[in-house]
């Protein structure tokens, strides 16, 4: 490296440049923040049992297979958009019962073909986390997935 | 070993040892759960393999941060460490965390958000942990020479544990939730863990290179700071589809194709290091470790991370197989590798012998870290025709899944090669210590510490 660039001189550098950085970022998270909460995501619907659904979603840990919105395991399908995939905006009631009948038939036992756990949800913790995948797929995520496949 | 309060690091590295170990098994259960689906799903979900992999990953890196700093301190503070005691009640509140953890997992009891499933008293047992480890180790360095290899190295491991905090904070709101996850995922990885990273690799080439230590850490600030000026932005590659504004597409694109410069500047400082100082260290395992360590990190959190951080890219890419081949080879090549070339290098001080069983860990080295390369080839050709497949075509996921089967079964057998790999590292460092040091490459003259 060059003579001229002393070690205080690099340390000085490192020092200020990351606190410049790092105050911008947190700047810009506060900002992403606000964006958050009152446009990309919908509070006012952000219920008592889309709470409750997103804490069967952690206590299951569905994400240690699933992705949602692209993060988590790819051991299994995209569910930031399975509300859409099956239906659920056009027939909601429809899509509530698909996705419920399909968690209780589980584990499907076929061989070749990856299993999903019997969790043995309740009725209520059902709906919930249904609930929550719905809220889910409203999140505006700058149009991903590219498409329904998720 | 200068300091007999180094040996804490030995009992540090024996554990996280034998978490690699637990880490490389539950992954290649996880392998195999793959390729053949129905192998213990009624036991043990696919869920828990990955939970355990992961952690186990983690917290085992984590120990081998912590013995490296509690081997590496004493030297560079001139003076012993504060506490011993502390130093083995820390190793201890952290052995009952992790095997609690993965206890406790077995029995279907975890938290839900990837990499931070411990249950609370886990998570609280780590921050006394780690304020235990910082009260240690500041008090030891504040009391001792200052250098810019501890100053980098206190920096990182409090930014280790003041990020870990949010840990706690889990907001009802999703994108609000991965928001400040990244805060703790990502400015650990590819934040404050490069700083513990640049600083362990400028000791090690300080003392097997004998570099002048101002050159040295000259470039150790020059990397660090390329890293986080990268890095810290950089967590904007994972802001573009959770929800957050458009804006971050264009900062995450830029600042994390940057991120790739900290590691080509590590390239460059340990090959250069190499050429100018004296090349007859007798830990040529730990050197090749020590090499290879930026290399590996290069390509791995390098040149794949670059392959799909654009975000016109990542719209295609985001959460397939690309995504898990890049996250195997980074954590390889990065930290991994780093805690080995540690271990390769303090082992045998911490036995009191001169350097032993060199052939079987080089070996394991070339066969480790081909056998990584392959399997993060199979993944990224399994994400590219899932990517292709799926996002493009608009294929279902399953049935894109069903023609990755050929690139599943040659990743488990990279996984196997690994495990042997490791086991073969594990003798070659625990095992009975014979002398295999060719005589040509005997030091004449009394070698660096």
Known sequence: MAERLTKSATRNIFYGGSAFFFVVFVLLTAHTHYYMRTVSTDESTLSESVIRGKHVWERNSCINCHTLLGEGAYFAPELGNVWIRYGGRDDPQGARDALKAWMQSQPSGVEGRRQMPQFNLTDQELDDLVDFLEWTSRVKTQGWPPNNAG | MRFATQRIAYWYFVCAMALFGVQILFGALAGTVYVIPNFLSEILPFNILRMIHTNALIVWLLLGFFGAAYYLIPEEAERDIESPMLAYAQLVILMVGALGAVGSYMLGIHGGRE??????????????????????VSLTVLRGRRTAVTNVLLLGLWGLAIFFLFAFYN???????????????????????????????AFLVIKMTGVDREVVEKWLYAIVGLALFSGLLGTGHHYYWIGAPGYWQWIGSVFSTLEVAPFFAMVLFAFSMAWKGRRDHPNKAAFLWTLG??????????????????????????????????????????????????????????RNRAPYNQVLNMWSFWIMTSAMAFMTFTLTFAGVVQVHLQRVMGMTYMEVQDQLALFYWMRLGSGIVVALSVLLFLYAMFGPAREQIPQRSRPSVAPAE
């Open chain 2, 115 to 136: 990499f931070l499933e411990q249950p609370l008293w886990v998570k609280i047992g780590i921050v006394v942990a780690a304020l235990i480890f910082l009260y240690n």
């Open chain 2, 293 to 350: 360590t930026p290399v590996m990190a290069f390509f791995g959190g390098g040149v794949w991370g670059f392959l799909h951080t654009l975000s016109f890219v990542n719209y295609y890419s985001h959460g397939t197989q690309v995504t898990a081949a890049h996250g195997h080879l980074a954590f390889f090549g990065a930290y991994v590798m780093l805690n080995l070339s540690m271990i390769s290098y303090a082992m045998p001080n911490l």
């Open chain 2, 171 to 201: 907001p009802s709101n999703i994108a609000v939730d991965k928001l400040y996850w990244w805060y703790v995922v990502h400015l650990w990885v590819e934040g404050v863990w490069e700083l513990i990273m640049a600083s362990i690799l």
